[in-house]
T-cell receptor, first 112, second 111 residues
Framework: NAGVTQTPKFRVLKTGQSMTLLCAQD?????MYWYRQDPGMGLRLIHY???????AKGEVPDGYNVSRLKKQNFLLGLESAAPSQTSVYFC???????????FGPGTRLLVL | SQKIEQNSEALNIQEGKTATLTCNYT??????LQWYRQDPGRGPVFLLL?????KEKRKERLKVTFDTTLKQSLFHITASQPADSATYLC??????????FGAGTRLFVKA
């Protein structure tokens, strides 16, 4: 039982490049979330999903897209990376929206 | 919109003492509030959840209080140990599916 896993762990991009962050969970959770964490700021919700095939915008969705084609996977895409997207990205999942969120180990992204 | 404030200054205490961390919020009356622990380079880990009708919740050496009048939660670690050194995040559900997290307070426990 791995919980929530994220790939890659670390990535360096040049401005304008694209990439996809992968999140996988093996707890059969319906709800999945993508957050970014910046120094001095709390985790901010980028996008979330309430089930397979659904996605919704969070607090800071601009510049990101997501897909939830399979229940266990939640992908976060950056179509044209910008230096402002340098951050640590965390994926989380929960069985119900009011339940505890289980977080992955994070992906550290540096955009030059 | 909802705002959560946690002391941005690190808290330094001696081993064996009680650490007390504060979480203040505005503009909302959450049904519950959560506390998470985050170690450097890792994702947050859930510790405790306290509901609006609960004044206090305990788990081993941890205690959380929730004062909906003051819009404040206090997080206590009794008999603190160096292994308790981490950043502690407060979080509450704003509405729907969105959880708002505080920036966290870093705790250092000296041996």
């Amino acid at each position: 039982n791995a919980g929530v896993t994220q790939t890659p762990k670390f990535r360096v991009l040049k401005t304008g490049q694209s990439m996809t962050l992968l999140c996988a969970q093996d707890m059969n959770h319906e709800y999945m979330y993508w957050y970014r964490q910046d120094p001095g700021m709390g985790l901010r919700l980028i996008h979330y999903s309430v089930g397979e095939g659904t996605t919704a915008k969070g607090e800071v969705p601009d510049g990101y897209n997501v897909s939830r084609l399979k229940k266990q996977n939640f992908l976060l895409g950056l179509e044209s990376a910008a230096p402002s997207q340098t951050s640590v990205y965390f994926c989380a999942s929960s069985g119900q929206p009011e339940e505890t969120q289980y977080f992955g180990p994070g992906t550290r992204l540096l955009v030059l | 919109s909802q705002k959560i404030e946690q002391n941005s200054e690190a808290l330094n205490i001696q081993e064996g003492k009680t650490a007390t961390l504060t979480c203040n919020y505005t503009n909302y009356s959450p049904a519950y509030l959560q506390w998470y622990r985050q170690d450097p380079g890792r994702g947050p880990v859930f510790l405790l959840l306290i509901r609006e009708n609960e004044k206090e919740k305990r788990k081993e050496r941890l205690k959380v209080t929730f004062d909906t009048t003051l819009k404040q939660s206090l997080f206590h670690i009794t008999a603190s140990q160096p292994a308790d050194s981490a950043t502690y995040l407060c979080a509450l559900r704003e509405g729907g599916f969105k959880t708002i997290f505080g920036a966290g307070t870093r705790l250092f426990v000296k041996a």
